[in-house]
C-alpha cells in the first residue's frame, strides 16, 4: 500500500499496470500494489496517453471532462471566463471542467461570408487572422467582388472579410475620383506634312464599375488608343499654321469623337485639351524668323504712321503760323528759348527779323 494525496485544483488518475482503473479527486488515498496516480492539474488543458474512449466510460470522470469535437470545415472559438483564449481546429479536444467557465462558439468555415457575431477586435489577433481573407476599398474607389471567378456584387469604400476556404475570392477595384490621362509626345503629321509633336491631356470619370471592370478588358488602354487615334485623325486634316491657330477645334472634334466609345467603357470624358505644340529644332528656328521678320514689319509700319503723323502736324503748325502772326511770333520765342538753354550769350540788334538773325548766327558759326 501506498499513501497519495491530490491537492485542491487537481485531478487523479488512477493505472493498475498501465491500465485506468478510477477517477480521485482531492483528498488523502491509499494505493494498491502495481497501482499508480497520474496527476493533472484542472486549469490545463487535458492530454492523456490513455484513449479517450477508454476513459470516458467511466461516467465520474466524462461528467468532469469538456469534450469539443470539430469538424473538418469549422472553428471553434474558445473563451475563458468571457475573455477569448484561442481557436480550436479540426479534431477532438478535451477539457477540464470546474475552476474555469469556458464557453465556446462554433463557426462554419465552409462559407465565406461571415455571418458570427464576433468582436472586430479579434481579427487583430494573428491566431484569428490566419484564417481570414481581407480585402479593403478606399472611400473613393468601388470594387467588384468575384466568387470563383463569377460576379458577386459591387462593393463600395470599407474593409471587408471572408472565411479563408477553397472558394477563391477576388475583387477588382477603380478610382471612381475625376482622372486624368496624358498623352504625351505623339509625333504628328499635319496637312502641309508637318512634323510635330503633341501633348495631348483627358480629364475622365469611371461612371459603371461593371462595365468597366467585367464587360472591357484595361479599360484604361482602350481610352488612351481612342483618344491618340482621335488625335491623328484631326490634327493631319490642318496644316501647321491653322493647328497653331485652332487648337480649341481639334480638342473639341476629338471629344465628339471619343465621347460614345467612352460610355461604352463605363467612362464619362470631362474634358479635353492639346497642352504643347513642339515643333523640331529647324522648324522652330524657321518660326521665330518669321516672328522676328513680322515684328520688324510692324514696327516699321508704326514708325512710318508716326512719321506720316508728325509731318502732317507741322504741316498744320505751318499753316496756322502763316495765317496768324502772333502765332509765328510765339513760335519765334519759343525756339529762342530753347536755344538759349544750349547757348551761354546771344545778341541781337536791330529790328530785323529775329529768326533770320538768330539763322546768320549759326550759320556764322558753322
Known amino acids: 500500500m501506498k499513501?497519495?494525496?491530490?491537492?485542491?485544483?487537481?485531478?487523479?488518475?488512477?493505472?493498475?499496470?498501465?491500465?485506468?482503473?478510477?477517477?480521485?479527486?482531492?483528498?488523502?488515498?491509499?494505493l494498491r500494489f502495481n497501482e499508480n496516480a497520474l496527476e493533472y492539474d484542472v486549469t490545463k488543458d487535458f492530454y492523456s496517453s490513455i484513449p479517450?474512449?477508454?476513459?470516458?466510460?467511466?461516467?465520474?470522470?466524462?461528467?468532469?471532462?469538456?469534450?469539443?469535437?470539430?469538424?473538418?470545415?469549422?472553428?471553434?472559438?474558445m473563451y475563458e471566463n468571457k475573455n477569448f483564449k484561442s481557436v480550436l481546429n479540426a479534431g477532438r479536444h478535451v477539457f477540464w471542467k470546474g475552476l474555469i467557465n469556458r464557453t465556446f462558439q462554433r463557426i462554419d468555415t465552409s462559407k465565406i461570408y461571415i455571418t458570427?457575431?464576433?468582436?472586430?477586435?479579434?481579427?487583430?489577433?494573428?491566431?484569428?487572422?490566419?484564417?481570414?481573407?481581407v480585402f479593403e476599398v478606399a472611400a473613393y474607389e468601388k470594387a467588384v467582388l468575384l466568387v470563383d471567378d463569377v460576379y458577386t456584387k459591387?462593393?463600395?469604400?470599407?474593409?471587408?472579410?471572408?472565411?479563408?476556404?477553397?472558394?477563391?475570392?477576388?475583387?477588382?477595384?477603380?478610382?471612381?475620383?475625376?482622372?486624368?490621362?496624358?498623352?504625351?509626345?505623339?509625333?504628328?503629321l499635319t496637312k502641309d506634312k508637318a512634323n510635330v509633336r503633341v501633348n495631348f491631356y483627358t480629364q475622365y470619370k469611371v461612371t459603371d464599375v461593371e462595365k468597366a471592370l467585367l464587360a472591357n478588358k484595361d479599360y484604361e488602354k482602350q481610352?488612351?488608343?481612342?483618344?491618340?487615334?482621335?488625335?491623328?485623325?484631326y490634327v493631319g486634316q490642318y496644316s501647321l499654321d491653322e493647328l497653331l491657330a485652332n487648337k480649341e477645334d481639334v480638342s473639341k472634334a476629338v471629344f465628339e469623337e471619343t465621347k460614345a466609345g467612352a460610355e461604352k467603357l463605363g467612362v464619362v470624358i470631362k474634358g479635353c485639351g492639346i497642352r504643347d505644340v513642339i515643333l523640331p529644332g529647324e522648324m522652330k528656328e524657321i518660326m521665330n524668323q518669321v516672328l522676328v521678320a513680322q515684328k520688324k514689319a510692324q514696327a516699321n509700319i508704326i514708325t512710318r504712321r508716326e512719321e506720316t503723323a508728325s509731318t502732317r502736324s507741322l504741316l498744320n503748325t505751318a499753316k496756322l503760323m502763316e495765317d496768324n502772326e502772333m502765332l509765328f511770333k510765339l513760335k519765334e520765342m519759343e525756339y529762342v528759348e530753347k536755344i538759349a538753354d544750349k547757348i551761354g550769350e546771344i545778341t541781337v540788334s536791330g529790328n530785323g527779323?529775329?529768326?533770320?538773325?538768330?539763322?546768320?548766327?549759326f550759320a556764322v558759326n558753322k
Open 52 to 77: 479517450l474512449e477508454v476513459l470516458l466510460k467511466d461516467e465520474k470522470l466524462a461528467a468532469m471532462l469538456e469534450v469539443v469535437e470539430v469538424q473538418d470545415n469549422e472553428l471553434v472559438f
Open 154 to 188: 459591387t462593393l463600395t469604400g470599407g474593409t471587408y472579410r471572408f472565411w479563408r476556404n477553397q472558394t477563391t475570392i477576388k475583387i477588382a477595384k477603380v478610382d471612381t475620383r475625376q482622372l486624368q490621362l496624358e498623352i504625351a509626345g505623339q509625333e504628328l
Open 223 to 233: 481610352l488612351y488608343v481612342s483618344m491618340q487615334l482621335a488625335l491623328r485623325k
Open 3 to 30: 499513501r497519495v494525496r491530490i491537492n485542491q485544483g487537481k485531478v487523479g488518475l488512477v493505472l493498475k499496470k498501465g491500465d485506468y482503473k478510477r477517477v480521485i479527486t482531492s483528498g488523502v488515498y491509499w
Open 353 to 361: 527779323n529775329v529768326i533770320k538773325q538768330l539763322k546768320e548766327i
Open 116 to 133: 458570427e457575431n464576433i468582436d472586430t477586435s479579434l481579427f487583430a489577433a494573428y491566431e484569428v487572422n490566419k484564417y481570414v481573407r
